[in-house]
């Protein structure tokens, strides 16, 4: 089955802790965004990617770093400088210059 | 700055009615729209649009965009409560920048 994998679906984290939430995809897209949906809100671009090795921030980059080694994998680090983390997280790839994103099932983060 | 914007946030009416939803736009190198559906967790595709004054239709949905006047519009006719959702406007670059408005939650009822 081809598609974008986003794990986990729910995670929990203490205050002050580091978090990595992963994304895989199988597509052989080029391009990938993490965004990052608050309730009641819609999407906002946090880093996307468009090649291996090299990525771009998005409209609220900071507290967040992400890393791009491999063309299928774009996991995204919740730091402790993200003073407000609890968030839906969604993932999403495309075909570079042709649009349309898919977007992975989203992981729900919870800072107790 | 780039941005993207949705109107109405919000929208109630009853099966059978018609309604357009708005997103307007102001994006550095433009080189498409995008209309998705939200229901629960993962938006899913409606519609990309790339050239002014063509429709493009699926079923009771259609949109269209105007780039002279930076603004696109999505029509649902005939509503159904399983077009009850949040509707996402994307805009994105040249240089693969995909930025979403505030989305319209749209509910439909009986």
């Known amino acids: 089955d081809g598609g974008i994998t986003q794990s986990p679906k729910y995670l929990f984290r203490k205050e002050g802790q580091n978090v990595t939430l992963s994304c895989e995809q199988n597509?052989?897209?080029?391009?990938m965004y993490w965004y990052r949906q608050d309730p009641g809100q819609g999407l906002r671009l946090i880093y996307y990617?468009?090649?291996?090795?090299?990525?771009q921030k998005g409209d609220i980059a900071e507290g967040y770093s992400v890393s791009r080694e491999k063309k299928e994998s774009f996991p995204l680090t919740v730091t402790s400088a993200q003073k407000n983390p609890t968030a839906f997280y969604l993932c999403?790839?495309?075909?570079?210059?042709?649009?349309?994103?898919?977007f992975g099932q989203g992981t729900r983060l919870t800072v107790v | 700055e780039d941005k993207v914007v949705q109107s109405p946030l919000s929208l109630v009416v009853h099966e059978g009615d018609t309604v357009t939803l708005n997103c307007s736009y102001e994006?550095?190198?433009?080189?498409?729209l995008l209309w998705y559906k939200q229901e629960k967790k993962a938006p899913t595709f409606l519609f990309m649009l790339?050239?002014?004054?063509i429709e493009k239709k699926s079923g009771r949905l259609s949109s269209i965009l105007d780039k002279k006047e930076l603004f696109s519009i999505l029509n649902i006719t005939a509503t159904q409560t399983g077009d009850s959702a949040v509707y996402l406007c994307?805009?994105?670059?040249?240089?693969?920048?995909?930025?979403f408005g505030t989305g319209t939650r749209l509910q439909v009822f009986p």
């Open positions: 999403a790839s495309s075909i570079q210059n042709r649009g349309r994103a898919f």
């Open positions: 597509l052989n897209h080029d391009a």
């Open positions: 990617s468009q090649i291996v090795n090299d990525f």
């Open positions: 994006v550095t190198n433009f080189r498409s």
């Open positions: 790339t050239s002014s004054g």
């Open positions: 994307a805009v994105e670059s040249n240089t693969d920048k995909l930025i």
